[in-house]
Every structure is written in structure tokens, then in C-alpha cells.
């Protein structure tokens, strides 16, 4: 009876006559401010797990030589990041008045250097002063950087059992810190492509996927391919260590999408709010699912049997395509939205391969390819987007972080080498760059494992 007695008096609270007259005129200020900030907090954690998804669909998708590395890989790119946005990224991508090129106002160029600063901010750009309702900049600033940390989580993958560890942290470091922020103001730090283009990409198909994309092809084209994956103008394949966890990774993602998505309303302040984060997270889940059987099915025509690292590519291009709007399509069009990404992953993984492009978790086709379709498909459910103002920003978005990481992995190919000896690559990078083996009791010094 004890143990009821406060629960009585919540009841009782929460019935009297006060407390219903102000829940009648809606959330006090209070109230709308931390609802926002746990938005944002709960959905930066849940993009936070997606590192460990990216980490398990690496080691997953690459042989068991070289697994070590790629968990070193995926700990210190994220760590790399958090200390990249706080020095440079966070106000570079959110100016707050230091200095701006282009403009002070929203629809500049480029923001502002200067070390993160905790005044309230919202999506606007509005200070605490301006706008003392909306939410914390703390949880605004964790939510972003974990967005700009799974930018550097694309490229790892793709570059897989070849690159040297110091080169890829170099470039991790330079991409979260200024290449990622810089276009990522352009739209959501109110920049010229939002103001004068009325880009629309509502969680970041473009400003998050594409570019992480467009970085791992320019580091896969001055990298090269892996020794043997083409030989005598034929593909060989080369399996992973384990499909277990590469489909824990793939799981991990697509729980971890929902704070991607659902997190970037921005807002839970309200009724309308919160009914708009629920049907962002139906719409991402069906993506997801659209693009798991399209995956199925595709492999099951073209190859006489399913392909299960197709399936797994297809669930998270399925996740990609809806990214960049999530609200506004009905359940059945996202799923469909997200079957058109899972048809890219099948067609465009051996597409790169007659390229001769290696990218060893298909993170290319994933997040590149299916990136710049779901930007695309915004046309078809959002009243707002139009055709010009989808296809030029995807391309200006696309040559800048291009050429940029072009420029950064040729200075550093040429300055300290961006790739591992013949026989380093042989042996593996957990024995050559890290010293560790992940498994050491299985199949020591085997070139095919």
C-alpha cells in the first residue's frame, strides 16, 4: 500500500483543476525546451550505437587478417571526429558571429572557426536570447557531431585491407573537422543552398551519405584495389571473416537510423511534433525493409540464389533512399523508395568491380549511389522540392567533397604513402599496422584468411 500512495498523489496531481488549465494551452516553455533536448539527446545516442553497426559490418566484410585494424579504425575515427567538430567543425558548420565569408547572415558561405560554444542554439541559428524555448546546444552539438562522425564511418569500410592506419586518421581528421562542416552549413547552417536553392535533404542523403560516399571513391581511386580482387580481366571475390557479424552490424544501423531520422524533426514539443517523429520511424523502417526484399528478390533472378551481403547492403540503401525525407511519403512509398535503393546495391556493386573500383563493404553504391537517389526521390512526396533545386546541390555538394578529398589523399599519398606493401597487405594489417591479431588461434599466417 506504501508503494502506491505516491503514485495516488501523481494522479491526484496530475487530474487537479491547475494543472488541466495549463495543459490546455499546450507545453509550458520549460517543457517544450527539454523535450527538445531529449530529442535530441536520445536520437544522438542512437546515431552513437550506429559506430559500433559500422564496426561489426567492417569486420564482418573483410578477412579475419585484418579485423583488429578495422576496430582500431572505427574507435579513433570517432574519437578523431568529437575532437575535429569541437575545435573547428561545429561553429564552422553553425556560425555564431565570430566571422563569415559570404554573408553574417543566413545564406553565407562559409562559417565560422572558433571552439564550440554551449549557448542555446536552434536550428535557425537563434541564440538562447532569442529563443530561450527551443533546447540545450549541448544536446544540439552532441546530436550533430555524431552525424559528422558516421560521415567518417563510410569512408573506413570502403577502404578496407590496404590502407596504412596514420594516412586514413589524417584524412578522418581533416574530413570531420572542415571538408564535412563546411558543406553541411550550406544547408543546415543556413547557407546558400538552402536559402537560394531551396534544397530539401531532411536527415542527410546528400549532406552526410553522398559526401561520405564521394570521400571513399576519391581515396579508392589514388588507393587502388586490393592484391588479386582483379586478375586476367576477372573478378575474384574475396569473402569475409564472418557473416554473423556483419548482419549484427547491418541490425545495429537500422536501429540506430532511428535517431538518424527521427531525431532530425528538431522538435517534440508538441503533438504535432511528436505524431511527425512517429511516422518518421514507420517510414524509415519500411525504407529499410523495401530495400532487404528488393535485394532478395533481384539476387535470386540474377544469380539463381540469394547473395546475403547484397541483402544486408540492400537493407541499409533502403535506409539511405528515404534519409532524405522520411516524413512526408506514406508507408507504401517509402517502401517502395527504399526497394529503388536496394535495385542500386544489386546493379552497382559489380558495376564498380567492371570499373575496377574496390570497394570491400559496398559503401559506395550504399551511401553515394542510393544517396544521391534519395535526394532525388524528395520530388516525389515533398511539395516544396524542385528539380533544379535537388540536382544542383547534389552536384555542387558532390564536387566540392570530390575534389576536396581528392586533393587531401593525393597530398597524402605523396607526402607519407597512403598504402601498405604487397607483403604487408599478405600478412594482414593486424599483424603490420596494429600488432594485435583478432583471432591468433585461427589459421596464423594464411594469406587466405
Not at 108 to 123: H, N, Q
Not at 300 to 327: C, F, H, R, W
Not at 416 to 426: D, K, L, N, S, W
Request: hydrophobic share 55%; with cysteine.
Amino acid at each position: 500500500m506504501k508503494k502506491t500512495l505516491p503514485l495516488l498523489a501523481a494522479l491526484a496531481f496530475v487530474a487537479s483543476p491547475a494543472l488541466a488549465q495549463e495543459a490546455g494551452t499546450g507545453v509550458p516553455a520549460d517543457g517544450i525546451w527539454i523535450l527538445n533536448s531529449l530529442l535530441f539527446l536520445m536520437g544522438g545516442f542512437l546515431v552513437m550505437f550506429m559506430a559500433a553497426g559500422f564496426c561489426m559490418l567492417e569486420v564482418g566484410l573483410v578477412r579475419s587478417k585484418n579485423v583488429s585494424m578495422q576496430c582500431t579504425k572505427n574507435v579513433a575515427l570517432f574519437s578523431l571526429a568529437a575532437v575535429g567538430y569541437y575545435l573547428i567543425g561545429y561553429n564552422l558548420m553553425y556560425p555564431l558571429g565570430s566571422w563569415s565569408i559570404g554573408s553574417d547572415e543566413a545564406g553565407g558561405y562559409l562559417g565560422a572557426f572558433a571552439l564550440a560554444a554551449m549557448e542555446a542554439v536552434s536550428s535557425d541559428g537563434m541564440t538562447a536570447q532569442d529563443d530561450a524555448s527551443y533546447a540545450s546546444t549541448g544536446s544540439d552539438y552532441f546530436f550533430q557531431l555524431m552525424f559528422c562522425a558516421a560521415t567518417a564511418s563510410i569512408v573506413s569500410g570502403a577502404l578496407a585491407e590496404r590502407i596504412k592506419l596514420w594516412p586514413f586518421l589524417i584524412f578522418t581528421f581533416v574530413l570531420t573537422a572542415i571538408i564535412y562542416p563546411i558543406q553541411a552549413s550550406w544547408k543546415w547552417g543556413g547557407g546558400f543552398l538552402d536559402t537560394q536553392y531551396g534544397f530539401q535533404d531532411f536527415a542527410g542523403s546528400t549532406v552526410v551519405h553522398s559526401v561520405g560516399g564521394w570521400a571513399a571513391l576519391a581515396g579508392a581511386l589514388l588507393l587502388g584495389s586490393r592484391m588479386g580482387k582483379y586478375k586476367d580481366g576477372r573478378v575474384n571475390p574475396i569473402p569475409g571473416s564472418s557473416i554473423p557479424l556483419a548482419t549484427l552490424g547491418m541490425f545495429i544501423l537500422w536501429l540506430g537510423w532511428f535517431g538518424f531520422n527521427g531525431g532530425s524533426q528538431l522538435a517534440m514539443g508538441t503533438i504535432g511534433d511528436v505524431a511527425d517523429v512517429s511516422r518518421i520511424f514507420a517510414n524509415t523502417n519500411a525504407a529499410a525493409g523495401g530495400g532487404v526484399l528488393a535485394a532478395v528478390l533481384l539476387t535470386q533472378v540474377l544469380y539463381g540464389k540469394v547473395d546475403v551481403t547484397m541483402v544486408l547492403n540492400g537493407a541499409l540503401a533502403g535506409l539511405v533512399s528515404i534519409t532524405a525525407e522520411p516524413l512526408y511519403p506514406s508507408i507504401g512509398a517509402a517502401t517502395l523508395i527504399g526497394a529503388v535503393g536496394g535495385v542500386i546495391v544489386v546493379f552497382t556493386v559489380p558495376l564498380l568491380d567492371k570499373l575496377r573500383i574496390d570497394d570491400v563493404v559496398g559503401a559506395i553504391p550504399v551511401h553515394l549511389f542510393a544517396g544521391i537517389w534519395g535526394t532525388l526521390a524528395v520530388l516525389l512526396t515533398h511539395p516544396e522540392a524542385t528539380l533544379m533545386g535537388q540536382v544542383i546541390p547534389i552536384a555542387i555538394v558532390g564536387a566540392f567533397t570530390f575534389v576536396a578529398s581528392f586533393v587531401v589523399w593525393l597530398i597524402l599519398k605523396f607526402t607519407i604513402g597512403i598504402r601498405v606493401t604487397e607483403e604487408e597487405e599478405m600478412v594482414g594489417l593486424d599483424t603490420t599496422e596494429i600488432g594485435i591479431e583478432a583471432y591468433p588461434e585461427f589459421g596464423k599466417g594464411s594469406q587466405f584468411m
